[in-house]
């Protein structure tokens, strides 16, 4: 009767040592990583656009924010005085052809000598010169779209004086233009690889899929960050983007390491060697406590190097307090 009741109340123990804590199996994985990060939207590139003439401004179709299609005329001077530049220079043009023709007749009956014919081609090339430069002048008083985009910043007005190497307006393209720009640790930069898909988060556009375009080899000299570049490819002008507004990228990436990604709860402690601590279940035993190298560690989980890729374990995530 009394070995009938020892072995009740080791089961009962047992039992209630059973019900006590709260255990899950962990199967090894490869470690995986989201990046979540907030940036903003930026143009790839962008296009100072100025006369290569000089006048005051006449023609103004665009302004800033607005958008046009290649081919367009965005600006254009008053051509005026160009045109009259353009139309003297060719008579002149004109009178130095017939001169050198005059010269060559006159050479013919001996009144003239080939020094005079010398000086007449001379000025022929001179005055076409004048002319070459006067059409171009001309041709250059307007300043066409070389693509479809989007006006940043206009500098002038109508009315104006513009010269030579003065921006007038600067633009951009829309198609494979726009970026995310996203500041980045060492150690997240490490984790990425040029052309990742990545999924970025705008308030007025929804999700768009991005793809890592730009990853600098060297950190921002002020904040020791590295300036990361989204592209997206898949924009357009009705989704109404706004450059420097906000948005939100999230990049995942996978690791060959594979890891236990055990449940924060489950930590007991960690060693003087930086090892977890974890009470382990193994078949028929009880739970014993075990150390494993610490791979990462965030507020939710903590990854433990795994032993083998098809391997798994049972961790105490509740209760392990009890089994002390």
Known sequence: ????FIIFISFFSLSSIAQSYKSQEIVAAPFEQSINKTGKLAFKRTLDLSFKATGYLKVLTVDEGEYFSAGDTLAALETTELAATKNATYATLLNAKRNVHRVSELIAKELSSAQALDTAKTEVETARAAYKNAFYNLEKAQIIAPFSGQVIKRYTDIGE???PGNTALSI???????????????REVALLSLNQSVNVRLNNAGNINGAIS???????AETQLFDVEILLPSVNSKMRLIAGQLAHVSM??????????VPIDALMSID???????????DGETPSQQAFPIYQLNNHHIYVTAESTNNAITVVTHGWHNLK
């Open 1 to 4: 009767m009394r070995i009938l």
């Open 161 to 163: 004086l513009q010269s």
């Open 172 to 186: 951009a393209a829309l198609e494979n233009n726009w970026i995310v720009k996203v500041a980045l640790t060492e």
């Open 214 to 220: 730009k990853i600098p080899a060297i950190s921002n």
């Open 252 to 261: 995942g990436s996978t690791s060959a390491d594979y890891v236990y990604q």
């Open 272 to 282: 003087d060697q930086g090892y977890a601590i974890l009470m382990v279940v193994e």
